[in-house]
């Protein structure tokens, strides 16, 4: 079965330093999302791609925050520099297609990364 | 703007116990998606079901369960004969469809103990 790869689960690190989160969705998905989680609380959207095209990144804390989908297939999210209050999980999703009459389809999430700032 | 609530933040149940998860939401649009997920504590949000809003039908899936009301605005779940695997946090969310973003909104969550 499909599923969406992200890596590393697991990140620590201090306060000021960069980090990047790598996802790759399911292949064919034409949309992929990267979603922040903080500890008890629903998953929020950061950023939304279709294809290679930023389509939402209103959420997005766009003085430290960047991600990009060069090839329109897998996509990286960084943070620089890391600010204690970013600990969270970092889920990336993605759908197979929007299309604007057809309605959307189902959100499929990888396995997320944790991030702790120290 | 678009509002997901699940007022129950824990539910504490006995195996084989039947067990409803509550989910109100809120939306101006007339075309609109709700879906339920699972977060084991691994992490991964892993989904179950998706409903549009033209489709008020009932669903059954083995020991699971959806009710739709669009009067009531609420997308229940219910899981039957309750298992130890079945702990974990369940999250409702809603999409909407605009200007080619439909991101998930979510409520904040339900978690769900069952004990053997």
């Known amino acids: 079965e499909a599923e969406v790869a992200q890596s590393p689960r697991y990140k620590i690190t201090e306060k000021s330093q960069a980090v990047a989160f790598w996802c790759d969705p399911i292949?064919?998905?034409?949309?992929l999302y990267w979603y922040r989680q903080i500890l008890g609380q629903g998953p929020e959207l950061l950023v939304q791609?279709?294809?290679?095209?930023?389509?939402?990144d209103s959420q997005l804390p766009k003085d430290r925050f960047s991600a990009e989908r060069l090839k329109g297939v897998d996509s990286t999210l960084k943070i620089q520099p890391a600010e204690l209050g970013d600990s969270a999980m970092y889920l990336c999703?993605?759908?197979?297609?929007?299309?604007?009459?057809?309605?959307?389809?189902?959100?499929?999430f990888g396995p997320g990364t944790r991030l702790t700032v120290l | 703007a678009q509002k997901v609530t699940q007022a129950q933040t824990e539910i504490s149940v006995v195996e084989k116990e039947d067990v409803t998860l509550d989910c109100v939401y809120e939306?101006?649009?007339?075309?609109?998606?709700l879906f339920w997920y699972k977060q084991p504590p691994s992490g991964e949000l892993v989904f179950l079901i998706r409903?549009?809003?033209?489709?008020?039908q009932n669903e059954i899936s083995g020991r699971y369960s959806w009710n739709f009301q669009k009067s009531t605005s609420s997308f229940n779940f219910t899981i039957t004969a309750s298992q130890v695997v079945d702990s974990a946090v369940y999250f409702c969310?809603?999409?909407?469809?605009?200007?080619?973003?439909?991101?998930?909104?979510f409520g904040t969550g339900t978690r769900l103990q069952v004990f053997p």
């Open positions: 999703a993605s759908s197979l297609y929007i299309r604007e009459g057809e309605g959307t389809d189902t959100q499929y």
């Open positions: 292949s064919g998905h034409a949309t």
């Open positions: 791609f279709q294809d290679e095209s930023v389509v939402d």
């Open positions: 939306t101006r649009d007339t075309t609109y998606y």
């Open positions: 409903r549009n809003s033209f489709d008020e």
């Open positions: 969310a809603l999409s909407v469809l605009s200007y080619n973003t439909d991101k998930l909104i």
